[in-house]
T-cell receptor
Framework: AQSVTQLGSHVSVSEGALVLLRCNYS??????LFWYVQYPNQGLQLLLK??????LVKGINGFEAEFKKSETSFHLTKPSAHMSDAAEYFC??????????????FGQGTILTVHP | GAVVSQHPSRVICKSGTSVKIECRSL??????MFWYRQFPKQSLMLMAT?????????EQGVEKDKFLINHASLTLSTLTVTSAHPEDSSFYIC????????????FGPGTRLTVT
């Protein structure tokens, strides 16, 4: 079974400050890992993903995340927050194979607030 | 590319009636579509996996007779909420996965269902 834990349901930063959203996962097989962003009353937009290869992945809007197998983490960062980054962020894990291939398990979500 | 649409975006229906939500992949063929439900301030919960031309696979605890899913073509899946009740009010989001060995899901914008 897979699970995802996002530490902190709410994160508040000042504009220009570092953004750090934490995600830890549990998976019995090598995982695929994703970060999605959701704006109010909208669907999900993929920010970035890790499948194989380089453990530091870069996504859209200046976000990046690092897969750390030893820590079972996939934290999302952005060096400088922008007001437009205010949204809810979801970390998700998917199996790389097997009968549950492609099925996503989401974390609880983290609401990011950016103050001027 | 990889655009998924949902219709309607919002729907209000009376208790006891049925409502159909459509999910379309606009520029690719989706062999698999997923239906999620999202309660306010909560994460996405997978309801069912829909494969073109076959019966949907429902997650544990989801009533298949209440949430009818049809995936009749490679670009269209529908979710029908039968005999809707106020507790069915929620945000329903679909996603679509392309053909081949694709693991990535593309999400629709969601449908807000309100049952009065």
């Amino acid at each position: 079974a897979q699970s995802v834990t996002q530490l902190g349901s709410h994160v508040s930063v000042s504009e220009g400050a570092l953004v750090l959203l934490r995600c830890n996962y549990s998976s019995s097989v090598p995982p695929y890992l994703f970060w999605y962003v959701q704006y109010p009353n909208q669907g999900l937009q993929l920010l970035l993903k890790y499948t194989t290869g380089a453990t530091l992945v870069k996504g859209i809007n200046g976000f990046e995340a690092e897969f750390k197998k030893s820590e079972t983490s996939f934290h999302l960062t952005k060096p400088s927050a922008h007001m437009s980054d205010a949204a809810e962020y979801f970390c998700a894990v998917s199996r790389a194979g097997g009968t549950s291939y492609g099925k996503l398990t989401f974390g609880q979500g983290t609401i990011l607030t950016v103050h001027p | 590319g990889a655009v998924v649409s949902q219709h309607p975006s919002r729907v209000i229906c009376k208790s006891g009636t049925s409502v159909k939500i459509e999910c379309r992949s606009l520029d690719f063929q989706a062999t698999t579509m997923f239906w999620y439900r999202q309660f306010p301030k909560q994460s996405l919960m997978l309801m069912a996996t829909s494969n073109e031309g076959s019966k949907a696979t429902y997650e544990q605890g989801v009533e298949k007779d209440k949430f009818l899913i049809n995936h009749a073509s490679l670009t269209l899946s529908t979710l029908t909420v039968t005999s809707a009740h106020p507790e069915d009010s929620s945000f329903y989001i679909c996603s679509a996965r392309g053909q081949g060995n694709s693991y990535e899901q593309y999400f629709g914008p969601g449908t807000r269902l309100t049952v009065t």
